[in-house]
């Protein structure tokens, strides 16, 4: 079983940065093998993709259009840790943030939920 536990959420100010993380663990879990993704829900909305970071030696990384250019998807393998700073915060910005593993190794990130393990998510919130 994997567990995925974000911190980090809370309250800004439009135009602020916080930084999310997701420490992870399990017993057959090797965190460096698997792609990382952040997903979020806003009320009344579906959950959508954020970012992903890839397993491979390059950390590829890939945005929605709608955070390209102020959020910035990392990882520490060394710490099975992985963060998503957010920075220029917009009030569309507020959702609860996921924090997602793909299931099996050497895969990219994909939209397919069935293919993740979960955390519980944490509140992001941005005050205009």
């Known amino acids: 079983q994997v567990q995925l536990v974000e911190s980090g959420g809370g309250l800004a100010q439009a135009g602020g940065s916080l930084r999310v993380s997701c420490a992870a663990s399990?017993?057959?879990?090797?965190?460096?093998?698997?792609?990382m993704a952040w997903f979020r829900q806003a009320p009344g909305k579906e959950r959508e993709f954020v970012a992903a970071i890839s397993w491979n030696r390059y950390n590829t990384a890939y945005y929605a259009d709608s955070v390209k250019g102020r959020f910035t998807i990392s990882r520490d393998n060394a710490k099975n840790t992985l963060y998503l700073q957010m920075n220029s915060l917009k009030p569309e910005d507020t959702a609860v943030y996921y924090c997602a593993a793909v299931r099996r190794s050497y895969i990219s990130y994909n939209l397919n939920s069935d293919d993740y393990y979960w955390g519980q998510g944490t509140q992001v919130t941005v005050s205009s």
């Open positions: 399990g017993r057959t879990f090797t965190f460096s093998t698997h792609t």
